[in-house]
């Protein structure tokens, strides 16, 4: 909203620095100060609102060390992430981009979703919460939504660099032409992008087209069902990394800013044509958005560091899943999760093997047998005599390695 009352200012009246917010660099600064500041001062009135509406954790022996002292700390705490986000993405970024819309749908919808939850854990004195059969519902409406919208509606483009010989001719009539004038008219495209293999490209209705080219009208559905599975694994993933202080909110912040790279040299063309990737018009606009929900986790960790004054809850944690998800898939690097979420995956996968492997001891045996003395992972390696601070810095550390790993998939094919 302040963009659009400065925009007019400067348009109008020449108001001075009014100017600056026509930059997508100062409104990101300002934007990742204001979620900053909102999350912790605003942080701790939420905390004691918490507090005197009992909201507190419920804690199961599980045998973990320090576990016993967790019990009663709020929890919930995923609304601080929440509104420190949407707060000054309303007020910073460009509201009619198709791109922030999406993204505020999804935090009011994961939100939603994660607090219904939490409240019925809370207030209906129900450990298990919402059932898992409408949180899955969930995650696939939200999927179905995010998936037509990106297939369906004309500002989501791509603009495609010309044929090489093309370029070769325009760059020998004029050396000094502009980026723009290299690459192709914008188009509806299901293409995306696949990490380490130097023709990186790679189109959803080629899934189908193969068998007969006329089946490409329907390349929407097989877009449709990625963006659900992709929206589900990540959520989940999200959920289930939050176990122990500061390991959900410090993995996530390194993930969406890794995002933020991401977004912001696939919306500008100079960028997406020096690292020769495809430019990707109006995404750059996430920019913003990322910057608020960097600000806000990282704001979030203030409380949330060990030992934590306040836990986000399912409403922080799906919220913070379903937002990667998009973003992801948004800039066309939805194939690149598998690194660049490696914390998750990893989480995801050593539950998934516990509770198979778990399973099938059982039947064959009668006795069922484990992968690792607890899961999730990071559970593990508290079972194992690690303090929880250690395995959270250990994963942070991960975390980034990981992060830089997907930086240089720009450069190395």
Same mark, same amino acid.
């Given at each position: 909203?302040?963009?659009?009352?400065?925009?007019?200012?400067?348009?109008?009246?020449?108001?001075?620095?009014?100017?600056?917010?026509?930059?997508?660099?100062?409104?990101?600064?300002?934007?990742?100060?204001?979620?900053?500041?909102?999350?912790?001062?605003?942080?701790?009135?939420?905390?004691?609102?918490?507090?005197?509406?009992?909201?507190?954790?419920?804690?199961?022996?599980?045998?973990?060390?320090?576990?016993?002292?967790?019990?009663?700390?709020?929890?919930?705490?995923?609304?601080?992430?929440?509104?420190?986000?949407?707060?000054?993405?309303?007020?910073?970024?460009?509201?009619?981009?198709?791109?922030?819309?999406?993204?505020?749908?999804?935090?009011?919808?994961?939100?939603?979703?994660?607090?219904?939850?939490?409240?019925?854990?809370?207030?209906?004195?129900?450990?298990?919460?919402?059932?898992?059969?409408?949180?899955?519902?969930?995650?696939?409406?939200?999927?179905?939504?995010?998936?037509?919208?990106?297939?369906?509606?004309?500002?989501?483009?791509?603009?495609?660099?010309?044929?090489?010989?093309?370029?070769?001719?325009?760059?020998?009539?004029?050396?000094?032409?502009?980026?723009?004038?290299?690459?192709?008219?914008?188009?509806?495209?299901?293409?995306?992008?696949?990490?380490?293999?130097?023709?990186?490209?790679?189109?959803?209705?080629?899934?189908?087209?193969?068998?007969?080219?006329?089946? @490409?009208?329907? &390349?929407?559905?097989?877009? *449709?069902? #990625?963006?659900?599975?992709? +929206?589900? =694994?990540?959520?989940? %993933?999200?959920?289930?990394?939050?176990?122990?202080? @500061?390991?959900? &909110?410090?993995?996530?912040? *390194?993930? #969406?800013?890794?995002?933020? +790279?991401? =977004?912001?040299?696939? %919306?500008?063309?100079?960028?997406?044509?020096?690292?020769?990737?495809?430019?990707?018009p109006r995404v750059e606009e996430i920019t913003i958005y990322i910057a608020a929900f960097v600000g806000a986790l990282i704001g979030f960790l203030w409380y949330?560091?060990?030992?934590?004054?306040?836990?986000?809850?399912?409403?922080?944690?799906?919220?913070?899943?379903?937002?990667?998800?998009?973003?992801?898939i948004a800039v066309r690097k939805e194939w690149l999760i598998p690194v660049l979420c490696g914390i998750f995956l990893a989480e995801n996968l050593s539950v998934?093997?516990?509770?198979?492997?778990?399973?099938?001891?059982?039947?064959?045996?009668?006795?069922?047998?484990?992968?690792?003395?607890?899961?999730?992972?990071?559970?593990?390696?508290?079972?194992?005599?690690?303090?929880?601070?250690?395995?959270?810095?250990?994963?942070?550390?991960?975390?980034?390695?990981?992060?830089?790993?997907?930086?240089?998939?720009?450069?190395?094919?």
């Open positions: 909203m302040l963009y659009y009352l400065f925009e007019y200012l400067d348009k109008y009246y020449d108001f001075p620095g009014s100017a600056l917010f026509g930059f997508l660099t100062f409104r990101a600064a300002v934007t990742i100060i204001l979620s900053l500041l909102i999350s912790t001062i605003f942080g701790r009135r939420i905390i004691r609102f918490l507090q005197k509406q009992q909201v507190g954790e419920t804690i199961r022996d599980l045998g973990l060390d320090g576990q016993v002292e967790k019990a009663g700390t709020p929890t919930m705490g995923g609304i601080i992430i929440i509104l420190a986000t949407l707060i000054p993405v309303l007020l910073f970024a460009k509201l009619e981009n198709i791109y922030i819309i999406l993204l505020v749908i999804t935090t009011l919808w994961m939100g939603t979703i994660g607090f219904i939850d939490d409240y019925i854990k809370k207030f209906k004195n129900d450990k298990e919460g919402l059932k898992g059969r409408f949180k899955v519902l969930g995650q696939i409406g939200l999927g179905i939504i995010v998936g037509a919208t990106l297939y369906f509606h004309p500002d989501v483009t791509l603009k495609e660099k010309l044929p090489q010989e093309q370029q070769q001719e325009i760059l020998a009539a004029n050396p000094k032409v502009e980026s723009s004038k290299l690459f192709q008219l914008e188009e509806k495209s299901t293409k995306t992008t696949i990490p380490f293999v130097k023709e990186n490209e790679f189109d959803y209705a080629d899934l189908i087209t193969w068998i007969s080219p006329d089946l @490409g009208k329907y &390349a929407w559905i097989i877009f *449709i069902l #990625v963006t659900i599975f992709i +929206i589900t =694994a990540v959520s989940n %993933g999200a959920n289930l990394t939050d176990g122990i202080d @500061g390991l959900a &909110a410090g993995t996530s912040a *390194i993930i #969406v800013l890794t995002l933020g +790279i991401f =977004a912001w040299v696939s %919306g500008n063309i100079v960028f997406s044509d020096y690292l020769n990737i495809m430019y990707i949330n560091a060990y030992p934590a004054q306040v836990f986000m809850g399912d409403t922080g944690s799906l919220t913070i899943g379903g937002i990667i998800a998009v973003i992801a998934v093997m516990q509770v198979s492997w778990f399973k099938y001891t059982k039947k064959k045996y009668g006795e069922g047998r484990r992968v690792f003395k607890m899961a999730p992972l990071h559970h593990h390696y508290q079972k194992s005599g690690y303090h929880e601070s250690k395995i959270v810095t250990r994963f942070w550390i991960i975390g980034i390695l990981l992060a830089i790993i997907s930086i240089v998939t720009l450069k190395i094919r």
